[in-house]
């Protein structure tokens, strides 16, 4: 019922700023939560931020905290995540999720729908 599909994943300079977009079809109120993960090449998929289903609540990871802001458009059925002062080790394939439960959980295996991901290069 649920299809994600994320945008903008670009290659960046260090310090660059990007903005990822995840269009979301056949979101619906019963599901409360939305989160962004990446996967830099050869690790694991790794939590990166989640926000709530009324964009009141957010949660980011150690290491994009105060860099990366992600907010949401409800009606537009549409997440964002806003990547500012780029570093190298933020290079990944980002990936959007969407849960059919409430709150703003860190673990992978909290979310139900997951997009095709959108590839980030960082590097000078």
């Known amino acids: 019922q649920v299809t994600l599909v994320e945008s903008g994943g670009a290659w960046g300079q260090p310090g660059d700023s990007l903005r990822l977009s995840c269009a979301i079809s056949?979101?619906?109120?019963?599901?409360?939560?939305m989160g962004w993960f990446r996967r830099a090449p050869g690790k694991e998929r790794q939590f990166v931020a989640a926000i709530n289903q009324d964009g009141s609540a957010g949660l980011y990871a150690n290491s994009v905290r105060g860099r990366f802001t992600i907010s949401r458009d409800t009606a537009k059925n549409t997440v964002y995540l806003q990547m500012n002062s780029l570093k190298p080790e933020d290079t990944g394939v980002y990936y959007c999720a969407a849960r059919s439960l409430g709150g703003v959980p860190l673990t992978e295996s909290s979310y139900d729908y997951w997009g095709q991901g959108t590839q980030v290069t960082v590097s000078s």
């Open positions: 056949g979101y619906a109120a019963r599901s409360r939560g």
